[in-house]
């Protein structure tokens, strides 16, 4: 079991672009959420996805939305990128145990 | 609204000190309350959680619900302890965490 998997490790974009960045969930688990963790920060909760829905969202604009695919995997979409978007994104896995299983992230630097 | 602190971004021991981590929390019900550890180039991992009662590396946590606090706790560091470590609560069986902005644990040999 590779874990969680995040895609791409790394990505520069300019303001105004959009990203997608792309998870996978640890076997067996079935929902996966979303963290941006700033520099100097704890990770700060964006939302969360459970049968391909959105469950629960934190306190982050619209312009940050997301999917989650029948095989559980995940997506993150930011657009109308702002240099304040940059950050470390952190997907985490979890399963009925009430644990998060987090993957290695993606650095997401806006030029 | 809920918050956790985690007053000090460093602390610097040297090996075979003691060692304590603080952790508040502020919440509304009775969260879980977990440590999270981040060593040098390796992802964020569980460390321990209050429910389970587990010693995890010689670290032990206590919740006090009066003092709202969840500090963490090894009676002898060792220099592989070095790595942030970060408290976190969530509402039970919501798999959302709350985390504190983390103190980075510094073990001089």
């Known amino acids: 079991d590779a874990g969680v998997t995040q895609s791409p490790t790394h990505l520069i974009k300019t303001r105004g672009q959009q990203v997608t960045l792309r998870c996978s969930p640890k076997?067996?688990?079935?929902?996966v959420s979303w963290y941006q963790q700033a520099l100097g920060q704890g990770p700060q909760f964006i939302f969360q996805?459970?049968?391909?829905?959105?469950?629960q969202r934190g306190n982050f604009p619209d312009r940050f939305s997301g999917h989650q695919f029948p095989n559980y995997s995940s997506e993150l979409n930011v657009n109308a990128l702002l240099l304040g978007d940059s950050a470390l994104y952190l997907c985490?896995?979890?399963?009925?145990?009430?644990?998060?299983?987090f993957g290695q992230g993606t650095r997401l630097t806006v030029v | 609204a809920q918050r956790v602190t985690q007053p000090e971004k460093l602390l610097s021991v040297f090996k075979g000190a003691p060692v304590e981590l603080k952790c508040n929390y502020s919440?509304?019900?009775?969260?879980?309350l977990f440590w999270y550890v981040q060593y040098s180039r390796q992802r964020l991992q569980l460390l321990l959680r209050?429910?389970s009662r587990e010693s995890i590396k010689g670290f032990t946590a206590d919740l006090n619900k009066g003092e709202t606090s969840f500090h963490l706790k090894k009676p002898f560091a060792q220099e592989e302890d070095s790595a942030m470590y970060y408290c976190?609560?969530?509402?039970?069986?919501?798999?959302?965490?709350?985390f504190g902005s983390g103190t980075k644990l510094n073990v001089k040999p």
């Open positions: 076997s067996g688990h079935d929902t």
């Open positions: 985490a896995s979890g399963g009925p145990a009430n644990e998060a299983f």
């Open positions: 919440y509304s019900g009775s969260p879980e």
């Open positions: 976190a609560l969530s509402p039970l069986n919501f798999n959302k965490f709350y």
């Open positions: 209050h429910i």
């Open positions: 996805y459970y049968e391909e829905e959105e469950r």
